[in-house]
């Protein structure tokens, strides 16, 4: 045994197992890493997904429940106006007196908090009577956008949804919706207003987490931006309708994309939907930090996590293969030695 070890074969032989060793070990390490950031990397994308997926179930349900909670009110108020348009095409509120005439006209007004009071435009714009007894009459309305509209659209006969406007009646800021009120003939008979406050949407918007959920905004005819949270006064009244991300959504009607923030500077999703049968959209937008930001303090915890385990396989590695080269150097002196001892001796 001891002539097989000091054998040039014998040196050979253990030469050639410790260098093996050592690769094997590099290589059996390597995978081991390999497979590490494999695993981390498939459980990220799995929990980038996951993040994505919740962001938008969570986006989907909010515009789901504002689309609703706005279509009703605006539904309410559009019932409130066609009551008046109704009994102002009768003959026999036509000839009842002023004050039973605006009993019969508004019995049917809604008066809900967030909703203000109507208001009847004769054919030259002014005030003739309203839903509450201490509207101002005689004031002229005829410079207004909906009186306007409807004055230049003898042939509309919907419900007008006008952009954000202080209202002279109230002083409050207001979205006027408005229905055109029309003679037997034919003819344009005057304009039936009231408003949607905007205090109240913006109540009502505010019970939505926006930090977290992001910018909710509702948009109404020719892009016009009625409400929007986080609040920004500059922003409303604003016409985004030139927007590629804002002809989308026209176009979509309903759906998630990711495209250019509309108000403001970079990439947003939007998860948006039409609301009810009138010319509104509803939109949530999220920026991607915002969508990943747990994602990403849990990617930068796992990944300091498999550095230090990467850093700790890869120092074993080194120590070891520095190990086996002394070991080999110490043994390849030593079979020096003997090999002079033995000369020696012969």
């Known amino acids: 045994m001891e ?15 410790g260098r093996s060793l050592g690769r094997w070990l590099v290589l059996a390490n390597f995978l081991t890493v390999t497979g590490l950031i494999s695993v981390a990397a498939l459980l990220l994308w799995q929990m980038r ?8 179930l969570t986006a989907n349900s909010l515009v789901q429940v504002l689309g609703r909670d706005i ?33 019969i006209l508004f019995d049917r007004a809604a008066s809900a908090p967030g909703f203000a009071f109507l208001l009847l435009l004769d054919t030259n ?40 406007a202080i ?35 913006r109540s009502l918007f505010a019970s939505v987490d926006a930090e977290h959920a992001g910018t909710v905004t509702l948009y109404g005819p020719k892009g016009i931006v009625l409400m929007r949270e986080p609040f920004d006064q500059s922003a409303i009244g604003v016409s985004v309708a030139d927007t590629p991300s804002y002809r989308r959504m026209i176009v979509m009607r309903e759906g998630s994309f990711v495209g250019p923030a509309m108000v403001g500077e970079g990439q947003r999703r939007f998860t948006f939907a039409r609301i009810g049968t009138e010319p509104l959209t509803l939109s949530i937008a999220l920026t991607p930090s915002t969508i990943y930001a747990e994602w990403w303090h849990r990617a930068i915890g796992l990944g300091m996590v498999l550095l ?34 033995a000369a020696q001796a012969t």
């Open 125 to 164: 714009g002014v005030i003739a009577s309203g839903s509450d007894h201490l509207v101002p009459k005689g004031l002229d309305r005829s410079d207004t956008e909906y009186f306007r509209h409807f004055a230049a659209h003898p042939n509309d006969d919907g419900l007008h949804i006008s952009p954000p």
């Open 49 to 56: 997904t996951d993040a994505e997926h919740r962001s938008q």
């Open 71 to 103: 279509a009703r009110n605006v539904e309410l108020y559009d019932l409130s106006l066609l009551a008046v348009v109704e009994g102002f095409g009768r003959t026999d509120v036509a000839q009842a007196s002023p004050e039973l005439r605006r009993m």
């Open 3 to 17: 002539h097989v070890e000091t054998s040039p074969a014998g040196r050979l032989y253990r030469s050639w197992l």
């Open 308 to 341: 230090s385990l990467c850093g700790v396989t890869a120092g074993l590695t080194w120590w070891l293969r520095r190990e086996l080269g002394r070991r080999e150097q110490a043994e390849t002196k030593l079979l020096a030695a003997n090999a002079r001892l």
């Open 167 to 201: 209202s002279r009646v109230s002083g409050q800021r207001m979205i006027m919706l408005s229905r055109r009120l029309t003679n037997p003939d034919g003819s344009f008979a005057g304009v039936v207003v009231g408003g949607i406050k905007i205090d109240y949407l």
